[in-house]
């Protein structure tokens, strides 16, 4: 706990926030698609019809009882051919809800779902009290608790017919004798339920924060769309930091949310031109926050507003995982694209290890995040561009370099180096440590085959003398860089 408020110490920055809420599924984006409940099931409790699928997770339903065996459950989940949208095969479903709770001494709720006649699967389970995990509160900006990742209980592979058929309850019972002297009112009040499916999961399995969906495919100039900062195979996180970047001239941050249980705020700033800056940490008063939160689930989500730029990039320039206790957690770092970026434009990451070698980049590796995701690159050979003053050997905008694919093909890759970033993961940088990646944007020149030797390699070194060196290692002639 002293960590932790040394860390918040260090990480806070008083930035005042207020915006409205865009509602839930409003959105003209095509992934994810947010399904919705458009029925209360038949058996549930009395509550206020539709607040709880309205978009609107400001508006909830009449509070439900923790003193009664009994259920509130929705059905009838949409897809997107009910609005005139294309239902996309299905990779990756979470389960949402924005709910809160009070606690009971004893009396206990749980949350699952069904798809069809198949379940429960529970999503929380028992849980009762008034402490621990039973009360649930939820800040102003905490858009939801999230389940990710859910698997199809009849066969694994989820389909549009298995979304319709979801039945998603809160489910309540007594335990034990009623209370005596009775309690102040012990309810729970449910704004918003839905579930948000995506084409495909996040980019890669080990532990990455990702820009989801890693695709936004351009919309309606001046229309809201959003992302959610997403984190895979976390374990034991108790604060995250983020910033990322993008043009301004594309996208404005209309708000941003964070997702339970990362619900005290660091800072949020929407007002630095063409960066987001998101921090939350886990309340000091709750009963995880000295052993983090597992798993993979949403961080943090950003709308934006459209203006009439076709692109943008949306790429982290900070993701700090910290675990209790203030270590940091080495992670990858999965950017997006806003639009469709320019042809023969390619973004990659290197493959980190410890601290990335400047001076020597020749055989580090890195994998693509645009346009073909998760091809592996082995660099090659960097010249420094001479022409950018003063040369300093090291990996930079301008530079040249050949990249070949992972694992060896046939072909060497020659790139312009546009732009070269860091993503800040660690400003302690131990030893051995993960302090940072590195990403680039290349422009695609020219592709070569790998030399082959038919007669053998000892003929041709004898041949060498007379056969400029040039010719043997490039079948071809670069371009004077520019």
Not at 176 to 184: A, Y
Not at 198 to 204: D, I, L, R
Not at 288 to 314: E, M
Not at 322 to 333: F, K, R, S, T
Request: net charge negative; with cysteine.
């Amino acid at each position: 706990m002293i960590a932790l408020f040394s860390v918040i110490a260090v990480l806070f920055v008083n930035t005042s926030f207020a915006a409205p809420s865009v509602p839930i599924g409003t959105g003209q984006q095509l992934y994810p698609f947010e399904s919705q409940p458009t029925a209360y099931q038949s058996g549930s409790a009395a509550v206020t019809p539709g607040n709880a699928y309205d978009g609107d997770i400001v508006t909830g339903t009449t509070a439900i009882s923790l003193y009664a065996n009994g259920y509130v459950g929705f059905e009838s989940f949409s897809k997107p051919s009910d609005t005139g949208g294309t239902d996309f095969t299905i990779g990756y479903v979470d389960f949402k809800m924005r709910y809160t709770c009070t606690g009971s001494v004893d009396d206990e709720y749980r949350i699952v779902f069904y798809v069809g006649t198949t379940g429960p699967i529970v999503l929380k389970d028992w849980v009762g009290g008034l402490s621990g995990l039973c009360p649930m509160s939820m800040s102003s900006e905490t858009l939801a608790e999230t389940w990710g990742n859910q698997t199809e209980p009849n066969d694994g592979t989820w389909t549009w017919t298995d979304i319709s058929n979801i039945k998603f309850r809160f489910e309540t019972r007594t335990v034990g004798p009623p209370d005596f002297p009775p309690p102040p009112p012990r309810t729970a009040t449910i704004f918003e339920v839905w579930v948000s499916v995506y084409p495909t999961a996040p980019p890669m399995a080990s532990t990455t924060v990702s820009v989801m969906p890693t695709q936004v495919d351009k919309i309606t100039d001046y229309a809201i769309l959003f992302v959610d900062l997403y984190v895979t195979n976390v374990t034991a996180l108790q604060v995250y930091e983020t910033e990322l970047l993008f043009n301004s001239a594309a996208l404005y941050p209309w708000e941003a949310y964070t997702y339970w249980p990362f619900t005290a705020k660091f800072y949020v700033d929407l007002a630095t031109p063409g960066v987001v800056k998101v921090a939350y940490y886990i309340d000091t008063g709750s009963p995880i926050v000295d052993v983090g939160y597992n798993g993979s689930f949403p961080l943090a989500r950003i709308y934006f507003y459209d203006y009439a730029q076709p692109h943008t990039w949306l790429t982290y320039s900070l993701t700090k995982l910290i675990a209790p206790g203030g270590v940091y957690l080495p992670h990858a770092d999965w950017d997006g694209t806003y639009g469709t970026p320019p042809a023969g434009v390619h973004l990659i990451r290197w493959t980190s290890a410890s601290e990335f070698p400047w001076t020597a980049p020749v055989c580090t590796y890195w994998y693509e995040i645009w346009p073909d995701p998760g091809r592996e690159w082995h660099l090659t050979s960097h010249e420094t561009n001479q022409m950018v003053p003063p040369p300093n050997g090291e990996l930079d905008a301008s530079d040249q370099i050949d990249m070949m694919e992972e694992p060896p093909g046939e072909e060497l890759w020659w790139f312009h180096v546009d732009e070269v970033g860091q993503t800040v993961h660690d400003p302690s940088v131990p030893p051995g440590a993960d302090p940072y990646s590195v990403y680039m944007f290349l422009s695609f020149k020219h592709t070569e085959p790998v030399p082959e030797f038919p007669l053998g390699l000892g003929l041709i070194m004898l041949l060498a003398p007379i056969i400029p060196v040039a010719y043997l290692w490039r079948l071809r002639k670069k371009v004077p860089k520019r």
